[in-house]
């Protein structure tokens, strides 16, 4: 009986991989673990526990923040659900359509703004929302809805919402691109047997196409869970650290960065710091945990 041979290529070049990923994701994040633990008094490291988390949730300065940056991120992954995803499905359906004319274009043409940098869509928007030198003004001005204009980016009720909408239209071109891909992997022969029993048009669609690209929707939902929670560039480009008005845009990312590097005058603490990035690594954690968790319910359902 022959040994089965050791397939040494396998560990070599996965070696590198492992290497870089470890380096750049793996020790940062239990370093980060461990200094959420510890605590700096008179210029002394010291281990405090889970201190620095009781801190965070109860202490009122601490938590009054945390809670608000949490309900903000909350929010900003709603409003990507329910129009970004939507609008992408409904993007991709629409441009996947054989019959339509320039398709490559649109493709792109919506696509664009997902390779730009936050930056530069951060301070665009803001110059275009201004209402001393924005063309927004002017613009609902010759549609005749000037009246409506208020400064979106200004007011505490408005200021989160708007830049949602904001990376919404940033980003809409990813899941309208995965969405498209997975409409043209639906094999062209379930579509015929539909057309067979008078399944076309939008039924087609609802019926057919809908229930078989609900996997690659889910991967989208977990997608946008992620990103969102990880969220930081656009809210600091366009608003800055302090995420202003009065912290209405202040979402987890932008507590962190002015807790753990500090700003102003508000010195920085890395311990508290990693304390908030730990809790953001355990929501971020649970919330895909509980997604996986339902999809492998409804498999095994399906199954029996």
């Not at 102003?264 to 971020?284: E, K």
Request: some cysteine; aromatic content about 16%; overall charge neutral.
């Amino acid at each position: 009986m022959q040994r089965a041979r050791i397939r040494w290529h396998i560990p070599v070049f996965l070696a590198p991989a492992v290497l870089v990923y470890t380096a750049i994701m793996i020790f940062p994040l239990f370093n980060t673990l461990r200094l959420a633990l510890y605590s700096k008094v008179d210029q002394e490291r010291i281990f405090v526990g889970l201190d620095n988390f009781r801190t965070l949730f109860f202490d009122p300065i601490w938590s009054e923040q945390f809670w608000n940056a949490l309900g903000n991120n909350f929010w900003f992954f709603i409003v990507h659900m329910l129009v970004q995803n939507p609008i992408g499905v409904a993007l991709a359906a629409i441009l996947s359509h054989p019959r339509l004319r320039f398709a490559a274009l649109y493709r792109s043409a919506i696509f664009i703004p997902t390779i730009l940098s936050f930056v530069i869509v951060g301070f665009a928007w803001k110059l275009i929302l201004s209402p001393i030198w924005g063309i927004a003004p002017s613009m609902l001005d010759f549609v005749g809805l000037k009246s409506l204009f208020v400064p979106w980016l200004g007011k505490e009720e408005y200021a989160l919402t708007t830049l949602a909408l904001i990376s919404v239209w940033q980003f809409v071109g990813i899941p309208m691109m995965l969405i498209y891909a997975a409409l043209l992997s639906i094999p062209e022969e379930i579509l015929e047997a539909g057309e067979v029993d008078g399944i076309t048009g939008i039924s087609a669609f609802w019926k057919i196409k809908l229930p078989l690209i609900l996997p690659s929707i889910g991967i989208i939902s977990i997608l946008t869970f992620v990103g969102n929670f990880n969220a930081f560039d656009l809210i600091y480009a366009s608003q800055g650290a302090l995420a202003g008005p009065d912290f209405s845009t202040d979402i987890l990312g932008t507590f962190l960065y002015r807790t753990f590097f500090g700003f102003q005058l508000q010195l920085g603490d890395p311990h508290m710091g990693s304390a908030i990035a730990s809790g953001m690594f355990a929501i971020i954690l649970i919330g895909v945990c509980i997604y996986l968790f339902g999809i492998q319910t409804r498999m095994r359902r399906y199954q029996m």
